[in-house]
């Protein structure tokens, strides 16, 4: 007997009592539906973390000095510039850091994220489009002679200028927490709006952001010297870990630190591996579901076609009777529950699929659903299948055809 | 055809062991119309039974034209009964939930014909057994003299050399059973050797050969002038 015959006589026999099939497979979808649509959104937020991380700059590393060290352990101009050359990888240095403050003009005030940091600071804010629009940034000599000088961004601008944004050469009073104040002169306004992190943020409740040279922070607060966090980017990913490893020991050498543990750096390839490492947990999570939700489904199978071969046990007896050998009986009744599993897998899949996009256009992120998951929900669907078949289909091809003939 | 002789069969699943057969020797030649019969509990179910190759038996040699079929494995029996003997039950034994055509198919199914020669025989055989317009109904839509024309239709398919029948019409009433009883003597008249057991006398008078079963051994066996239909 061929498979085509096989095939077409058990659908024909899950067509015969579909209630009970589809009752029967319903451990079968449920378990599938829950590992496709689970998979789909994981896989889908995956990526969505992935590629913000990539956006942000997979390049990049942030290297920080622990709440514990000293000021004499800040990182100062003279850091960045051995850093710089003496690990080529580097191409650039940001060095930021951001305190909040009040500001204001001759119209409003306003509270402030006040950023302080060394000249690249430009490159500080990965989140932040740092285009110029008017003026410029700050440059060496703003630097060294700690200029009275800020850069702000465009709603900034807006929000203390009744709307102006051109404020180039406007003057702000800015106050920090401690009550140190400055007069600061605009010389550059930036675009200054924030790439979309997950939906975007509301900017009119954000506080306004300006910038200042980290010298002229030091001026104005005493009690601030040096810097806590440095970005670095470099060329290439495949140096990261490397140039992480060499700036960790140049600071700590500079700063007569070695092994204080003081300074540390991370960097986004390890936030990725954590990404990667709650995925798994995540992943293996749902397999021991699926298993579950599979084991519960089989049997549920070789339930129903023990029943089935007790059933037809007289046409089991008549199909012998008329040719049908032991290993004929067997593939008929493997088919049939491979059958059933498999329409289950097909039914769970389509399910899943539509749960996980409901699930995922609610959340905002794309379901990412691979041939893989859907040859794996196939290939598991028909092994459940078989092996919970095994037994009642053995059971069938075994019966002795007198016996079988004679049941009532 | 069939040659048997000395065959014991013993069941031994009640208390007492129950000689069935004690000794049987039987020999059926090709063409003949044979009757077995003899009271309830005599053994015939059981003969048949062996004769068919669907049960075992503790002693005694079988050969089906000319072939020692006294021992076969499970898988050797099917393909021999799948050939060689076409079975008729009482009870019909029609596969519900497949067509008429598709049960007159099953045999040769099993036997590897491909779709379309398959096709072709089993309307062939329907016809023979006049239900060449029935073929896409299904065994619960025709009456019980059909389903027993069908059931004769798939035992001929597979042209076997002997088709066996045990109590063919005991579902039947007089007058399907005569229609039945027709198609044998048909069927034989064209050369297929018919062995079937019957327990009723005007039944039986149809067939040309009488064995009578008593307790398990042949206590009668004579040949007789067949009653045409
Ligand atoms: N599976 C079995 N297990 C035990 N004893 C059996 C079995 N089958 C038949 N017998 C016994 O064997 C003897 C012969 O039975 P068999 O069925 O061959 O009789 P029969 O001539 O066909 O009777 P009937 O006319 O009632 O069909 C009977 O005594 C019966 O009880
Ligand atoms: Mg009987």
């Not at chain 1, 007997?1 to 899950?14: C, G, P, T, Y």
């Not at chain 2, 079988?62 to 020692?68: E, I, R, S, T």
């Not at chain 2, 006049?130 to 009456?143: D, Y």
């Not at chain 2, 009488?210 to 307790?215: A, I, N, T, W, Y």
Request: contains cysteine; proline residues 3%; aromatic residues 6%.
């Amino acid at each position: 007997m061929n498979l085509r015959e096989n095939f077409k006589m058990a659908i024909d026999s899950v067509l015969a009592n579909k209630m009970r099939s589809f009752l029967t497979m319903l451990g079968i979808i449920i378990g599938i539906a829950a590992v496709i649509a689970i998979l789909g959104i994981g896989n889908g937020a995956t990526s969505e973390i992935t590629g913000t991380f990539n956006d942000l700059g997979a390049s990049t590393i942030t290297l920080s000095v622990s709440n514990d060290a000293t000021d004499s352990e800040a990182i100062t101009d003279a850091d960045v510039t051995a850093l710089k050359e003496s690990i080529p990888e580097i191409e650039r240095v940001s060095a930021n850091n951001t305190t909040s403050a009040s500001v204001r003009s001759d119209f409003d005030t306003r509270d402030a994220l006040l950023s302080y940091g060394m000249p690249d600071l430009q490159y500080i804010n990965q989140t932040m489009d740092s285009t110029i629009v008017y003026g410029r940034y700050f440059n060496q000599s703003d630097y060294l002679d700690s200029k009275d000088v800020t850069v702000i961004s465009e709603d900034t601008a807006a929000a203390l200028f009744n709307g102006q944004t051109d404020v180039v050469g406007e003057q702000l009073k800015i106050s920090d927490n401690a009550g140190n104040q400055s007069d600061l002169t605009v010389i550059g306004v930036v675009k200054g709006t924030f790439q979309d992190l997950q939906g975007s943020f509301d900017l009119s409740q954000m506080p306004v952001y300006a910038a200042v040279p980290l010298t002229t922070m030091e001026k104005m607060n005493p009690t601030i010297k040096g810097i806590n966090s440095l970005t670095i980017q470099v060329d290439s990913k495949d140096a990261i870990e490397s140039v992480s490893k060499q700036a960790v020991r140049i600071l700590e050498t500079r700063h007569d630190a070695v092994g204080e543990d003081w300074y540390s750096a991370t960097n986004f390839l390890q936030a990725l591996d954590q990404v990667d490492n709650v995925m798994s947990l995540f992943i293996n999570f749902i397999a021991a579901v699926a298993a579950i939700a599979l084991l519960v489904g089989g049997i549920g199978v070789m339930n129903i076609m023990l029943v089935s071969v007790t059933e037809r046990t007289r046409e089991i007896g008549t199909r012998k009777a008329l040719g049908a050998t032991t290993g004929t009986i067997l593939a008929q009744f493997l088919m049939e529950s491979v059958i059933l599993c498999l329409i289950g897998g097909i039914i769970g899949l389509v399910l899943g699929i539509f749960l996980a996009s409901v699930v995922s256009n609610a959340l905002d992120i794309v379901p990412n659903i691979t041939i893989g998951s859907v040859l794996l929900v196939l290939f598991f669907s028909s092994a459940v299948g078989i092996f919970f078949g095994i037994y009642p289909a053995r059971k069938a091809a075994r019966l002795d055809p007198i016996e079988a003939l004679r049941y009532e | 055809m069939i040659e048997i002789k000395d065959i014991t069969k013993i069941y031994r699943t009640g208390g007492e062991p129950l000689v069935a057969l004690d000794k049987i020797s039987l020999s059926i030649q090709e063409g003949e119309f044979t009757a077995i019969m003899g009271p309830s509990g005599s053994g015939k179910s059981t003969m048949m039974n062996i004769l068919g190759l669907l049960d075992r038996f503790d002693s005694g040699t079988y050969y089906l034209n000319g072939k020692d079929v006294s021992h076969l494995s499970d898988n050797e029996g099917a393909h021999v009964r799948n050939k060689e003997i076409g079975f008729v039950f009482q009870s019909f034994n029609l596969m519900p939930r497949m067509t008429i055509l598709e049960n007159v198919e099953l045999p040769m199914v099993y036997a590897n014909v491909p779709k379309k020669e398959r096709n072709e025989r089993a309307v062939k055989a329907l016809e023979r057994v006049g239900l060449g317009n029935r073929v896409k109904h299904r065994p619960n839509e025709i009456s019980g003299g059909q389903k027993q024309r069908v059931a004769i239709a798939r035992a001929i398919v597979n042209t076997p050399s002997v088709l066996m029948a045990d109590e063919p019409t005991g579902n039947l009433d007089s007058k399907t059973t005569l229609d039945i009883m027709r198609i044998f003597q048909e069927l034989n008249a064209e050369g297929t050797t018919v062995v079937m057991v019957t327990h009723e006398p005007e039944v039986a008078e149809y067939t040309k050969r009488v064995v009578l079963f008593k307790d398990g051994v042949i206590r009668d066996d004579y040949p007789q002038q067949q009653k045409i239909l």
